[in-house]
């Protein structure tokens, strides 16, 4: 006979096989903590929420090294990978104590690092956060929006996905 610790572990294990058939895109999430620090998380659970004002969410695990960060943060950048940035996407979802050693930033208009070659930006201020199970969903108004279209970079113009736990891209239609 199951107990409920062993039916809840397989309703875990089976809401993880169920989830990872859902494709989605790829970003990764910055900011800088109070010392001036930039951290970053990889994330596919991001979603626009309104339109009016543009607001959008993103979820970041509680026990996530960066978590603390973003915790406190009043600010944070949005970047949607593009195809060409795989690697970009792995060093930001690895647990690493310097995710963001050897690689160029820039700052946003809050002093928030940027990522250069993302094929989409946002600059947000967050106006929320909720916890929910294991993760804090974080809401944040959007007050900067620009893409890479017509830039060179590795971004292109198709999205990174991710599906299946493995980044993918789409193929080109010509």
């Known amino acids: 006979m199951s107990t409920p610790v062993d039916r809840q572990t ?54 996530a090294d960066c978590a603390p960060a973003f915790a406190g943060a009043q600010w944070l950048a949005v970047h949607i990978l593009g195809a060409g940035q795989r690697d970009v996407a792995a060093r930001f979802a690895r647990k690493s104590p310097d995710k963001f050693a050897g690689l160029p930033t820039e700052p946003g208009r809050s002093g928030t690092p940027l990522l250069p070659g993302a094929a989409a930006t946002l600059e947000c201020r967050t106006v929320r956060r909720l916890p929910v199970g294991t993760h804090m969903v974080l809401f944040a108004e959007v007050h900067e929006a620009r893409t890479a279209a017509g830039e060179a970079g590795p971004a292109g113009d198709r999205p990174l996905l991710y599906h299946r736990r493995a980044f993918h891209a789409l193929a080109r239609d010509d």
Do not use: N, Q, Y
Request: charged residues 15%; proline residues 7%; contains cysteine.
């Open 10 to 63: 397989r309703l875990i294990k089976d809401f993880k096989e169920v989830m990872s058939h859902w494709a989605s895109g790829v970003t990764v999430v910055t900011t800088a903590g109070p010392t001036g620090r930039p951290h970053g998380f990889t994330a596919s659970s991001f979603t626009v929420v309104s339109l009016d004002p543009p607001t959008v969410l993103v979820c970041l695990d509680r026990a």
